[in-house]
T-cell receptor
Framework: GEDVEQSLFLSVREGDSSVINCTYT??????LYWYKQEPGAGLQLLTYIFSNMDMKQDQRLTVLLNKKDKHLSLRIADTQTGDSAIYFCASSRGNNRKLIWGLGTSLAVNP | DTEVTQTPKHLVMGMTNKKSLKCEQHMGHRAMYWYKQKAKKPPELMFV???????INESVPSRFSPECPNSSLLNLHLHALQPEDSALYLC?????????????FGEGSRLTVL
């Protein structure tokens, strides 16, 4: 079936880069998303990548996609304490299809 | 205006009460969603409205009743809930149901059922 997996925790020092990893099982996934959820808040779409792309960069965020291994990563450069949050990876097979969510990676940024 | 506004932020209700959660967006989005989120878990899809019509009901118990009075408003009517229904209820919108992954979420309504 469709599944998305993430490691549950990541701890980094302020100023370092963070890399959050995600694997998915559905080879028909056409869109892959990263959402951020700060404590006590709703979710915020950070970025997404279409399956025919290898990489997408948006300011401090870099998304890498390895379709062969069904592996997605989110790199946050110069991580700040404000980046402390839960990061959810999600996939979908395309338009009009619901999202399949990972369990989320809790990122802790230490001063 | 890129906000989805949910009220109330917190709600405590007994199992015999009837209450409603409200959601509003003014981005001109034509799809609206209700999600349920338990602590430390991803959100679970409950309902999807597309052009004010119910498109998806993810086998949600009838004690949850959604309503979409117009393209900007979404309600979730609650009746005879159980303690296990305590959760964060998130409303989201997207430009259309073709953009199911590009969701704008509200801050959520935290529900406690006693």
């Amino acid at each position: 079936g469709e599944d998305v997996e993430q490691s549950l925790f990541l701890s980094v020092r302020e100023g370092d880069s963070s890399v959050i990893n995600c694997t998915y099982t559905d080879s028909s996934s056409t869109y892959l998303y990263w959402y951020k959820q700060e404590p006590g808040a709703g979710l915020q779409l950070l970025t997404y990548i279409f399956s025919n792309m290898d990489m997408k960069q948006d300011q401090r965020l870099t998304v890498l996609l390895n379709k062969k291994d069904k592996h997605l990563s989110l790199r946050i450069a110069d991580t700040q304490t404000g980046d402390s949050a839960i990061y959810f990876c999600a996939s979908s097979r395309g338009n009009n299809r619901k999202l399949i969510w990972g369990l989320g990676t809790s990122l802790a940024v230490n001063p | 205006d890129t906000e989805v506004t949910q009220t109330p932020k917190h709600l405590v209700m007994g199992m015999t009460n009837k209450k409603s959660l409200k959601c509003e967006q003014h981005m001109g989005h034509r799809a609206m969603y209700w999600y349920k989120q338990k602590a430390k878990k991803p959100p679970e899809l409950m309902f999807v409205y597309s052009y004010e019509k119910l498109s998806i009901n993810e086998s949600v118990p009838s004690r949850f009743s959604p309503e979409c009075p117009n393209s900007s408003l979404l309600n979730l009517h609650l009746h005879a809930l159980q303690p296990e229904d305590s959760a964060l209820y998130l409303c989201a919108s997207s430009q259309g149901y073709s953009k199911t992954g590009e969701l704008f979420f509200g801050e959520g309504s935290r529900l406690t059922v006693l």
